[in-house]
């Protein structure tokens, strides 16, 4: 099993920043990838950004140019840079640890952007 647990939610103003992290533990070896989901009031959970372990990055359009993912294998743990942050950039945000075709979840943090 893998253990994720994230941090860093809040309330902040729109265009300002704020910075998410996901710390992994337990069964880590073999983990692919690691990524952000989204989940709005209303819409369905989607995908923010995903980072594999060879660094490669993808990014859902929305947030292209002012979100940045990142990791450091030696901890475990994951980053999302959010900048310029929108209103609609609300949600609770899940990390997510793809391993051998299994995905696992955090419990989400919530990311109020007011206007």
């Known amino acids: 099993q893998v253990q994720l647990v994230e941090s860093g939610g809040g309330f902040v103003q729109a265009g300002n920043s704020l910075s998410l992290s996901c710390a992994a533990s337990?069964?880590?070896?073999?983990?692919?990838?690691m990524g952000w989901y989204r989940q709005a009031p209303g819409k369905q959970r989607e995908l923010v950004a995903l980072?594999?372990?060879?660094?490669?990055?993808n990014y859902a359009d929305s947030v292209k140019g002012r979100f940045t993912i990142s990791r450091d294998n030696a901890k475990n743990t994951v980053y999302l840079q959010m900048n310029a942050l929108k209103s609609e950039d609300t949600a609770v945000y899940y990390c997510?640890?793809?391993?051998w075709g299994n995905g696992y979840w955090g419990k989400g943090t919530l990311v109020t952007v007011s206007s």
């Open positions: 980072i594999t372990f060879g660094g490669s990055t």
């Open positions: 337990g069964s880590i070896f073999g983990i692919a990838a």
């Open positions: 997510n640890a793809k391993k």
